[in-house]
């Protein structure tokens, strides 16, 4: 699966964990939980938001979810092409990466 091996692409060592990606209902999902550091896993509510306010920028809609609101969440909606999917999953990715970049460590 295409969003798995999305998953292993943003695993970044100070920030970001994929918490799950799979398929629901054949629409390819992905749900980041955002750390400062994989030790102390102490969440990182601003690394998600910026991320979230980074993929909003580019077009594409991702929230903030979980206990800690560390989480990234992105449900594409049920009838949208794969092409544009993997379009979307690109713009998640770059945005990690833009907020990895500015991560400590």
């Known amino acids: 699966l295409r969003e798995a091996a999305l998953g292993k692409r943003l695993d970044h060592r100070s920030i970001v964990r994929v918490f799950e990606s799979g398929e629901q209902d054949d629409v390819?999902?992905?749900?980041?939980?955002?750390?400062?550091?994989?030790?102390?896993?102490?969440?990182?509510?601003?690394?998600a938001s910026a991320i979230c306010a980074e993929t909003v920028r580019n077009g594409v809609i991702t929230i903030r979810a979980?206990?800690?609101?560390?989480?990234?969440?992105?449900?594409?909606?049920?009838?949208?092409?794969?092409?544009?999917?993997?379009?979307?999953?690109?713009?998640?990715?770059?945005?990690?990466?833009?907020?990895a970049a500015g991560a400590p460590g």
């Open 66 to 99: 979980g206990l800690y609101s560390n989480c990234v969440r992105f449900l594409p909606p049920l009838d949208m092409p794969l092409e544009l999917v993997e379009e979307a999953f690109d713009v998640v990715e770059r945005a990690v990466a833009t907020v």
């Open 28 to 47: 390819p999902f992905l749900v980041m939980e955002l750390v400062h550091d994989a030790d102390t896993k102490r969440p990182w509510m601003e690394a």
